[in-house]
């Protein structure tokens, strides 16, 4: 009888990563620490993805708005909406210039992962701090640089090129962007390292007429999977977790309030 296979899989290992970096904590329902998601709140995903994020904000009761200009994944992320406890839910189908919704709406407002991909951030910015209600929080992330660069090493040039990553935001580029939005920063967070390693030694392996290499089954990837999940488990393995997500993260995430 055939053995099951017992290779990590990479999407597995970046999951329990995000977790263990204090995101999408069910027993506190904070999407991240300091950001409490109630059922009373409104939740507005801009540029949803596969809806991981809003899709734990609609388990905690929410009225979740989300919004993606792909159909498909859009509509992904509807079906994961609809069988939660959400009290309501909107999907809208955008490029989100501009966001297709009144002022102030959203109690919580999350953008991760997009300000690369579009023309000028700052408008964009200035969108999502419209819709977010005085006194509203904003969950906004970027690919950090020093990750870009690693990944630019093997990544094929189309990666760098619209509808891709058209810009990569130096350090402290981010931050400067928000308080000229009038934000006030309450943190920030640097993480990811897991990601950034993988995503350069997948298209080390795989070519550069590879998709998107997620879950390369490839030796050398799968050796960096499964070294980091033996750090998952390590009892003090969080130390070096710590350290290589200063020095090389992935994301460059930020936790900003909308005066008032």
Not at 113 to 141: C, K, M, N, T
């Amino acid at each position: 009888m055939m053995q099951q296979d017992k290779r990590p899989r990479a999407s597995h290992v970046g999951l329990r990563e995000v977790v263990l970096d204090g995101w999408l904590d069910v027993q506190t329902g904070q999407l991240t620490d300091g950001v409490k998601i109630r059922a009373t709140d409104t939740v507005i995903d801009v540029g949803c993805g596969d809806g991981a994020h809003i899709n734990f904000c609609a388990n905690q009761g929410a009225e979740v708005i989300f919004i993606d200009r792909d159909a498909a994944r859009l509509a992904t992320t509807e079906a994961k909406v609809k069988a939660s406890p959400a009290h309501a839910y909107r999907a809208i189908q955008s490029d989100c210039d501009p966001i297709d919704l009144e002022d102030g709406v959203g109690d919580v407002v999350i953008c991760t992962e997009v300000l690369e991909h579009v023309d000028d951030p700052a408008r964009f910015v200035a969108e999502l701090v419209r819709v977010a209600r005085p006194g509203g929080q904003l969950v906004i992330s970027v690919p950090d640089y020093r990750s870009e660069k690693l990944i630019g090493a093997t990544a094929p040039p189309e990666y760098f090129q619209a509808p891709n990553h058209v810009r990569v935001f130096a350090a402290g580029q981010l931050r400067e962007l928000l308080l000229q939005a009038g934000l006030e920063i309450e943190s920030e967070q640097w993480m990811g390292a897991f990601w950034g390693m993988f995503l350069a030694l997948s298209w080390l392996t795989a070519g550069h007429d590879a998709p998107l290499p997620i879950d390369n089954d490839h030796p050398i990837p799968d050796h960096w999977t499964r070294l980091w999940k033996a750090l998952q488990e390590h009892p003090d393995g969080g130390v070096i977790r710590s350290a290589l997500n200063q020095l090389l993260p992935r994301t460059h995430c930020i936790v900003a309030r909308k005066p008032g």
